[in-house]
């Protein structure tokens, strides 16, 4: 395999572990332990997620990512509490992809796999906040399905055509850039309102402070 292809393959396993860690690491996991699609012998290192109990971990928590995710605002916990888990994740499993008999491409192969995977849980945690805002639970659900089908025929694509995977990774980054400006642009009069609202709410607070400042000084004299 090229280094084009290697490091296509890292990256989209690392965005698509931005959406659902737990859906890529039982992907891979399972493309060892069964190899239905023949794992090329330079990703040997993933061979460790073909463990039982790596399996395991990974399955229980594809299940309840998948039940969280199409509950609003359950989501958005999800999200929170996979800040972090997730860039690591994403990070991990660039790392497991690249030989680290190649150190300079290691290395910028687990930075990149971790802000890949950065962006786009970013843009992922982003556009489900906003989502959540609508009154109709059915746009929550709809994204969340769209999610499941996008990872699963990515990660298929990744193991099944590993050739394809530069360009996929490509595809996924734009649809992250996309993501993350619609929320953007959505978001931001939002925050400026609010912004506007503080600032009234804080200069009232003033004003009552110096009112009542006012009043104990006429009241002392």
Do not use: Q
Request: hydrophobic letters at 55%; a positive charge.
């Amino acid at each position: 395999m090229t280094a084009v292809e290697i490091i296509g393959i890292a990256a989209s396993l690392s965005l698509l572990a931005g959406w659902r860690l737990y859906a890529a690491v039982l992907a891979a996991g399972l493309a060892v332990r069964f190899g239905p699609f023949g794992l090329p012998g330079e990703l040997a290192g993933l061979e460790v997620l073909g463990n039982w109990w790596v399996l395991g971990i990974a399955a229980t928590g594809t299940l309840a990512e998948f039940l969280a995710d199409k509950v609003a605002w359950l989501d958005s916990a999800w999200d929170a509490v996979h800040t972090l888990v997730r860039p690591v994740g994403g990070a991990l499993l660039a790392m497991a992809v690249v030989s680290p008999d190649d150190g300079v491409l290691a290395v910028v192969t687990v930075l990149l796999g971790g802000g890949a995977a950065l962006a786009a849980h970013t843009a992922k945690a982003g556009t489900r906040a906003v989502i959540n805002g609508s009154p109709e639970p059915v746009s929550n659900v709809m994204a969340s399905v769209a999610e499941d089908g996008a990872t699963a025929g990515g990660l298929w694509l990744v193991f099944a055509h590993p050739d394809w995977a530069a360009a996929l990774a490509a595809v996924l980054l734009a649809v992250t850039g996309l993501l993350i400006w619609w929320t953007v642009r959505v978001i931001g009069p939002v925050w400026r309102k609010w912004r506007r609202l503080g600032g009234v709410v804080t200069w009232l607070g003033a004003l009552r402070r110096r009112l009542y400042s006012g009043g104990n000084i006429r009241s002392r004299a």
